[in-house]
Nanobody, 130 residues
């Protein structure tokens, strides 16, 4: 089991930027896929939306159509972490953002059910300040 902690959320104006961090402990992320997911406030019963993911083994990255060109996922091998750079933020990006680690090896890393429930962080809130 890998422990994940997200950070970097906050208030941001439309068009602004934030960088989210996903720090891992307990296991190296080298052999995992790491995904960023989000869930809008008040939609706790809905599935979490896959935003971006990275296959750590070979560095392949995937993005949801809604964030392509605005978000960038990256890896930090020295700190066993994954980041999500979010630019040109919009009101519809307001959500709790979660990272998760799992064994997906393709674009399935954007799908929530490919991650065990124990391998999720507790989330960080990104809120539009407009």
């Amino acid at each position: 089991q890998v422990q994940l902690v997200e950070s970097g959320g906050g208030w941001v104006q439309p068009g602004g930027s934030l960088r989210l961090s996903c720090a891992a402990s307990g296991h190296s992320l080298d052999n995992y896929a790491v995904g960023w997911f989000r869930q809008a406030p008040g939609n706790e019963r809905a599935a979490r939306e896959g935003v971006s993911c990275i296959i750590r083994r070979d560095g392949r990255t995937y993005y949801a159509d809604s964030v392509g060109g605005r978000f960038t996922i990256s890896r930090d091998d020295d700190h066993n972490a994954v980041y999500l750079q979010m630019d040109d933020l919009r009101q519809q990006d307001t959500a709790v953002y979660y990272c998760a680690a799992g064994g997906a090896t393709s674009i399935n890393c954007l799908v929530e059910r490919y991650y065990a429930e124990d391998n999720w962080g507790k989330g960080t809130l990104v809120t539009d300040s407009s």
